[in-house]
């Protein structure tokens, strides 16, 4: 090889090393910058793209405690990019989680932006991903939580509630013993024994149903349900029980009406708030069921001119187990679930119920339904002559039903 070869290929070789120590430069370069850049708090590469993904609500959050990324759930607790983190208990988690090499988790309230606008129990996971820069994970255990206090509330207040009946039966059985020669007093304590002993047998049914209701399991029955047929059943079951208290059952509205869902539990329903406006109501008195066909929906409003129930028991009529007058509820024969299994069975069908009611001048439940079209050859709607209106109890002007 002459030497203007040689040359040639030692000013190539050359060119070559320089170019891999320039590649080399160029890239320590770039990677002390990403370094810089994530040091002073930009977001690293594909941090968005995974926040978007997650269901759950997630943020990045840098040393001033300011939002720079969040996933699309966090705008549900108005965290949002661009605002500094909300509230104490959170930032001193974030404090807790810089300079160490494990996750912080707290359990702490958070309110949300949105509808139901009330604190939320969250669990809030902090981990530090660069020096600037903290990931919060946020998962909200409110109804988790309300569910198994609901849970434990059930088990102790369905104990004492049994503990009454079983206790009498007890107490009636050893004093039917007792009299056995007396006839009189047998007959009279197995009167009361076989009263508890169906007290007893209805707070069994009613808690059995109420478990039903309130389990994860769909409901199976599911149909076509006429409107028309649920009030009939509602309607008979009842007709003995308000004839002995001296209560008309007057029945109105629109005819016709269709929706989806389990006829059973639609009449039970429907047959207790008519239960409770008959035990309710003075002799003599009405107790309306009216049908509405409104826009998508049906309303079924069941109003009595009975006691009423004050506004401070209003929100709590609801619960189980709670009754706003206990000793008539007794005397009744009320277990205290009737309207428990209504909200809990019409929101099973994706409705609602609502009440009005004014102290001494009566009640209004109004279940709301999603309607459906009426079956193919069932004739049109219609409204019966007889109109709800006549049983509802007289309002004042600016009463809302």
Known sequence: MNPTQLALVALLAGAVVGLLIAGLVIAALRARDKARAQADGDVPPGAREVLAALDEAALIVDASFVIVATSPSAELFGLREGEAIPGDELR????????VSHSETGTLRLRRSVAPAEPRLIVARASGITPRLTLVLVRDITERERLAEMRRDFVANTSHELKTPVGAVTLLAEAIESAADDPDQVRSFA????????????????????????????????????????????????AIAAESAGVTLVRGGDRGLYVRGDVQVLSEAVGNLIANAIAYSPPASQVGVGVRGVTDAVEIAVSDRGIGIPESDQQRVFERFYRADYARSR???????????????????????QLWSRPGRGSTFTIRLPAIAAPDGTPAPKKTKKKIARALPARTKGDAP
């Open 92 to 99: 001193e988690l974030l404090r807790a989680s810089r300079g």
């Open 331 to 353: 005397r009744t024969g009320g277990t205290g679930l009737g309207l428990s299994i209504v909200k809990h069975a019409v929101q099973r069908h994706g409705g609602e119920v």
């Open 191 to 238: 009167t009361r024994l076989s009263a508890e002993a169906t007290r007893l047998g209805n707070l069994t049914s009613r808690i059995m149903s109420l478990s039903r209701l309130q389990s994860s399991d769909e409901l199976t029955e599911l149909r076509d349900v006429a409107i028309d047929e649920v009030i009939t059943s509602a309607v008979e079951t009842h």
